[in-house]
T-cell receptor, first 109, second 111 residues
Framework: QKEVEQDPGPLSVPEGAIVSLNCTYS??????FMWYRQYSRKGPELLMY??SSGNKEDGRFTAQVDKSSKYISLFIRDSQPSDSATYLC?????????WGAGTKLIIKP | NAGVTQTPKFQVLKTGQSMTLQCAQD?????MYWYRQDPGMGLRLIYY???????DKGEVPNGYNVSRLNKREFSLRLESAAPSQTSVYFC??????????FGPGTRLLVL
């Protein structure tokens, strides 16, 4: 079993919909949780990060961490075609990040 | 401000050939990383360098070597390429660890 599980998708939704992306993890020692966005043939870029449990909002994006359930989510409101990308979750363990496999998101105009 | 740069962008090798992937960052970061990304596998850490002069193995170091030439540059060497090393390679740097900045990647095909 992988330490971080993420549904690879693809997830296809119409423009304007609310998108929910999720990861589950097994290591209760994780404290830092990150979401990266990766466009096709590009390197990942940091979207949001949170420390411990709770919510964090940045514009149309909300990151949520539920440590009791070992579950993190990224919500995208008013989704746009430009949000079409692969979204990777990552969690910090000591000196390195442990990555999910990524969910491919497609926003249909 | 170029961020993280990688060369080459694309490379084709024959089994047994060697090559070095170059990475440089201009953000004055202490930490640098080399990852490989394969379909369905996510990003896997090959080697990392917490500071100039230090390197450590990551999850998948076999078949690779690294050199932290100075604070800016971190190279990855394949001594004898194998088809299993066909992948997309990303270099990243960070300060602090959570906010990693990635280069554009090198696509490597080993025949």
């Amino acid at each position: 079993q992988k330490e971080v599980e993420q549904d690879p998708g693809p997830l296809s939704v119409p423009e304007g919909a609310i998108v929910s992306l999720n990861c589950t993890y097994s290591n209760s020692a994780f404290q830092y949780f990150m979401w990266y966005r990766q466009y096709s043939r590009k390197g990942p870029e940091l979207l949001m990060y949170t420390y411990s449990s709770g919510n964090k909002e940045d514009g149309r994006f909300t990151a949520q961490v539920d440590k009791s359930s070992k579950y993190i989510s990224l919500f995208i409101r008013d989704s746009q075609p430009s949000d079409s990308a692969t979204y990777l979750c990552a969690m910090r363990s000591n000196y390195q990040l442990i990555w999910g496999a990524g969910t491919k998101l497609i926003i249909k105009p | 401000n170029a961020g993280v740069t990688q060369t080459p962008k694309f490379q084709v090798l024959k089994t047994g050939q060697s090559m070095t992937l170059q990475c440089a960052q201009d953000m004055n970061h202490n930490s640098m990383y080399w990852y490989r990304q394969d379909p369905g596998m996510g990003l896997r850490l090959i080697y990392y360098s917490a500071s100039e002069g230090t390197t450590d193995k990551g999850e998948v170091p076999n078949g690779y070597n690294v050199s932290r030439l100075n604070k800016r540059e971190f190279s990855l060497r394949l001594e004898s390429a194998a088809p299993s090393q066909t992948s997309v390679y990303f270099c990243a740097s960070s300060e602090p660890q959570e906010t990693q900045y990635f280069g554009p990647g090198t696509r490597l095909l080993v025949l």
